[in-house]
């Protein structure tokens, strides 16, 4: 079965930097998409970042646009999350999500991780 | 970009009662080519991630209950539980994914017992 693992949060500094990574299973990794999706602590969810199926094209939110990088590494079946220059506001659940439709990157979210907390405070 | 607002923020409904959840998108997620509604629903319960429950606006995943049912197009869309359950207790949220990202969520309902 589908199994999405977050792992590398914790607490950061303000101006700090973070890799946050999504471990994945039980499927063909290398042919699907995958996103970053954050939750604050008791809010909503925001889209942070997507990633195509071959690393070939990225796209950001414009609040960690310039900040945040998305990668992947198919031949270890693994979504990475580098943050930089992170902020207080950047404190949520991180999750990495996946896309059903194969090699598509305008497709809804089937299957969730179960979140990584990054707490950035001094 | 696509800004995603639901209402209401919030919904008290009596258990066996209809619960509407309302989902209004800045432009059109309707791709004429496909005919599809780029938008999906997802439900949050406490201490867990979202969990898939139509997409294409109108198409329910696999082993959701059927008293789940979404509509709409365009930019107009509409969750709706026909007949409430106390395990329906939740935040729900809208999100389109049209064309290339970002791919914006509503804020999120959250539906309570009355």
């Known amino acids: 079965q589908v199994q999405l693992m977050e792992s590398g949060g914790g607490v950061v500094q303000p101006g700090g930097s973070l890799r946050l990574s999504c471990a994945a299973s039980?499927?063909?990794?290398?042919?699907?998409?995958m996103h970053w999706v954050r939750q604050a602590p008791g809010k909503g969810l925001e889209w942070v970042a997507v990633i195509e199926y071959d690393g070939s094209k990225t796209y950001y939110a414009d609040s960690v646009k310039g900040r945040f990088t998305i990668s992947r590494d198919n031949s270890k079946n693994t979504l990475y999350l580098q943050m930089n220059s992170l902020r207080a506001e950047d404190t949520a659940l991180y999750y990495c999500a996946k896309v059903r439709g194969v090699q598509q990157i305008s497709y809804y979210f089937d299957y969730w991780g179960l979140g990584d907390l990054l707490t950035v405070s001094s | 970009d696509i800004v995603v607002t639901q209402s209401p923020d919030s919904l008290a409904v009596s258990l066996g009662e209809r619960a509407t959840i309302n989902c209004k998108s800045s432009?059109?997620?309707?791709?004429?080519?496909?005919?599809?509604?780029?938008l999906a629903w997802y439900q949050q319960k406490p201490g867990q991630p979202p969990k898939l429950l139509i997409y294409?606006?109108?198409t329910r995943e696999s082993g959701v209950p059927d008293r789940f049912s979404g509509s709409g197009s365009g930019t107009d869309f509409t969750l709706t539980i026909s007949s409430l359950q106390a395990e329906d207790v939740a935040v729900y949220y809208c999100?389109?994914?049209?064309?290339?990202?970002?791919?914006?969520f509503g804020q999120g309902t959250k539906l309570e017992i009355k």
């Open positions: 432009q059109s997620v309707f791709f004429s080519s496909n005919n599809k509604n780029y």
């Open positions: 294409w606006a109108s």
């Open positions: 999100q389109q994914y049209y064309s290339t990202p970002p791919y914006s």
């Open positions: 039980g499927f063909t990794f290398s042919n699907y998409a």
